[in-house]
Protein backbone atom coordinates (compact mmCIF):
# COMPACT_ATOMS: atom_id res chain seq x y z
CA UNK A 1 0.00 0.00 0.00
CA UNK A 2 1.75 3.39 -0.95
CA UNK A 3 1.15 6.47 1.24
CA UNK A 4 -1.38 9.08 0.57
CA UNK A 5 -0.28 11.94 -0.91
CA UNK A 6 -1.21 15.65 -1.86
CA UNK A 7 -2.21 14.35 -5.15
CA UNK A 8 -4.38 11.98 -3.39
CA UNK A 9 -5.44 14.50 -0.79
CA UNK A 10 -6.77 17.00 -3.57
CA UNK A 11 -8.15 14.92 -5.61
CA UNK A 12 -10.60 14.23 -2.92
CA UNK A 13 -10.80 17.94 -2.35
CA UNK A 14 -12.28 18.17 -5.63
CA UNK A 15 -14.87 15.19 -4.99
CA UNK A 16 -15.79 16.78 -2.10
CA UNK A 17 -16.74 20.10 -4.68
CA UNK A 18 -18.39 18.02 -6.88
CA UNK A 19 -20.64 16.45 -4.22
CA UNK A 20 -21.74 20.22 -2.95
CA UNK A 21 -23.02 20.94 -6.87
CA UNK A 22 -26.64 21.79 -6.23
CA UNK A 23 -27.93 19.37 -8.23
CA UNK A 24 -25.77 16.50 -6.87
CA UNK A 25 -26.52 17.18 -3.34
CA UNK A 26 -30.54 17.49 -4.83
CA UNK A 27 -30.07 13.58 -6.32
CA UNK A 28 -28.22 12.63 -3.37
CA UNK A 29 -30.59 13.71 -0.90
CA UNK A 30 -33.27 11.92 -2.85
CA UNK A 31 -31.15 8.74 -3.19
CA UNK A 32 -30.39 8.63 0.17
CA UNK A 33 -34.06 9.27 1.63
CA UNK A 34 -35.92 7.19 -1.27
CA UNK A 35 -33.80 4.66 -2.88
CA UNK A 36 -34.09 1.20 -0.91
CA UNK A 37 -35.64 -0.99 -3.82
CA UNK A 38 -34.76 -5.33 -3.28
CA UNK A 39 -36.08 -5.70 -7.12
CA UNK A 40 -35.94 -4.52 -10.81
CA UNK A 41 -39.54 -4.21 -9.97
CA UNK A 42 -39.24 -2.11 -7.46
CA UNK A 43 -36.34 -0.19 -8.94
CA UNK A 44 -39.00 0.19 -12.20
CA UNK A 45 -41.62 1.85 -10.03
CA UNK A 46 -38.94 4.22 -7.92
CA UNK A 47 -37.38 5.44 -10.52
CA UNK A 48 -39.66 4.50 -14.18
CA UNK A 49 -37.02 5.71 -17.34
CA UNK A 50 -37.14 9.21 -17.80
CA UNK A 51 -38.23 10.76 -14.56
CA UNK A 52 -36.22 12.64 -12.59
CA UNK A 53 -35.51 10.05 -9.51
CA UNK A 54 -34.37 7.73 -12.43
CA UNK A 55 -31.96 10.80 -13.73
CA UNK A 56 -31.23 11.12 -9.88
CA UNK A 57 -30.20 7.50 -9.04
CA UNK A 58 -27.84 7.17 -12.35
CA UNK A 59 -26.33 10.48 -10.90
CA UNK A 60 -25.35 9.30 -7.68
CA UNK A 61 -24.06 5.97 -8.35
CA UNK A 62 -22.36 6.66 -11.71
CA UNK A 63 -20.60 9.58 -9.39
CA UNK A 64 -19.55 6.41 -6.94
CA UNK A 65 -18.62 4.05 -9.63
CA UNK A 66 -16.34 6.78 -11.09
CA UNK A 67 -15.07 7.80 -7.76
CA UNK A 68 -14.29 3.86 -7.19
CA UNK A 69 -12.60 3.46 -10.46
CA UNK A 70 -9.54 6.62 -9.35
CA UNK A 71 -9.32 3.81 -6.26
CA UNK A 72 -9.39 0.53 -8.54
CA UNK A 73 -7.04 2.24 -11.13
CA UNK A 74 -4.39 3.63 -8.49
CA UNK A 75 -5.18 6.86 -8.52
CA UNK A 76 -6.46 7.99 -5.39
CA UNK A 77 -5.23 6.39 -2.05
CA UNK A 78 -8.16 3.83 -0.52
CA UNK A 79 -7.32 3.82 2.63
CA UNK A 80 -7.54 7.63 2.68
CA UNK A 81 -10.77 7.86 1.07
CA UNK A 82 -11.88 4.92 3.44
CA UNK A 83 -11.63 7.37 5.91
CA UNK A 84 -14.12 9.68 5.36
CA UNK A 85 -16.22 8.45 2.19
CA UNK A 86 -18.72 6.33 3.68
CA UNK A 87 -21.54 7.50 1.11
CA UNK A 88 -19.94 5.27 -1.21
CA UNK A 89 -20.64 2.19 1.23
CA UNK A 90 -24.56 3.86 1.61
CA UNK A 91 -24.63 3.42 -2.42
CA UNK A 92 -23.47 -0.02 -2.11
CA UNK A 93 -25.87 -1.24 0.08
CA UNK A 94 -28.98 0.83 -1.74
CA UNK A 95 -27.79 -1.39 -5.34
CA UNK A 96 -26.69 -4.43 -4.10
CA UNK A 97 -29.60 -6.18 -3.54
CA UNK A 98 -30.51 -5.29 -6.84
CA UNK A 99 -27.23 -5.77 -8.95
CA UNK A 100 -27.73 -8.77 -10.38
CA UNK A 101 -31.20 -7.64 -11.98
CA UNK A 102 -29.38 -5.08 -13.13
CA UNK A 103 -26.52 -6.43 -14.74
CA UNK A 104 -28.95 -8.92 -16.79
CA UNK A 105 -31.50 -6.48 -17.98
CA UNK A 106 -28.87 -4.29 -18.93
CA UNK A 107 -26.86 -7.35 -20.66
CA UNK A 108 -23.33 -5.86 -18.64
CA UNK A 109 -22.00 -8.25 -16.44
CA UNK A 110 -19.27 -5.29 -15.45
CA UNK A 111 -22.13 -3.06 -14.57
CA UNK A 112 -20.81 -1.13 -11.41
CA UNK A 113 -17.77 -3.70 -10.96
CA UNK A 114 -15.43 -0.54 -9.33
CA UNK A 115 -18.31 0.30 -6.87
CA UNK A 116 -18.45 -3.32 -6.08
CA UNK A 117 -14.80 -4.14 -5.60
CA UNK A 118 -14.16 -0.54 -3.67
CA UNK A 119 -17.21 -1.51 -1.46
CA UNK A 120 -16.13 -5.32 -0.49
CA UNK A 121 -12.52 -3.54 0.21
CA UNK A 122 -14.25 -0.70 2.40
CA UNK A 123 -15.91 -3.49 4.22
CA UNK A 124 -12.87 -5.75 4.85
CA UNK A 125 -11.19 -2.19 6.07
CA UNK A 126 -13.72 -1.24 8.61
CA UNK A 127 -13.75 -5.10 9.98
CA UNK A 128 -10.22 -4.35 10.28
CA UNK A 129 -10.22 -0.68 12.13
CA UNK A 130 -13.39 -1.18 13.82
CA UNK A 131 -14.93 -4.49 13.70
CA UNK A 132 -18.77 -4.06 13.75
CA UNK A 133 -18.57 -1.09 12.36
CA UNK A 134 -19.81 -2.23 8.91
CA UNK A 135 -22.59 -4.01 10.16
CA UNK A 136 -24.15 -1.21 12.80
CA UNK A 137 -23.76 0.98 9.22
CA UNK A 138 -25.63 -1.28 7.02
CA UNK A 139 -28.29 -1.89 9.55
CA UNK A 140 -28.70 2.04 10.15
CA UNK A 141 -28.84 2.60 6.31
CA UNK A 142 -30.24 -0.59 4.61
Not at 56 to 65: E, I, P
Not at 83 to 97: C, D, F, G, M
Amino acid sequence: MSKATYDDVNLLLRLYELRREDKMRTARSWFVANFKPKSMAEYGQICPPGSEPNAFSRQVVSYWDMVASFITEGVLNDELFFQSNRELLLVWIRIEPILAEVRAAFHDSGYMKNLEKVAKSYVQYLERTSPGAYQGFKARVG
